[in-house]
């Protein structure tokens, strides 16, 4: 077990020259896969926090119109 994780670990760490071409189409699709993924987990992030937030603006939006018409009608 430990000769396994010593050639995992060593394979890992020295790296050779693998001799081959990544051409413009793989590269552009490389970078669109991961522009990709960093937006849906940003957008994951955005909804999970906006929706609560945009139902508490409304809530206190509700309270302060009924707040403002009891005001108007004491009046």
């Known amino acids: ?3 396994l ?8 760490f020295f ?3 693998a ?4 051409g413009p189409g793989m590269g552009g699709g490389l970078i ?4 990709g993924i960093v937006i849906a ?4 992030i955005f909804a999970i926090l906006w929706f609560p937030i945009k139902k508490f603006i409304n809530k206190r939006k509700q309270e302060n119109l009924k707040q403002d018409k009891s005001n108007e009608e004491e009046k």
Do not use: P
């Open 41 to 44: 987990i940003i957008a994951s």
């Open 32 to 35: 669109a896969a991961t522009l």
């Open 5 to 12: 994780v010593l050639i995992i670990l060593g394979s890992a």
């Open 1 to 3: 077990m430990l000769k």
């Open 19 to 22: 001799l081959s071409y990544v």
């Open 15 to 17: 790296f050779t020259h």
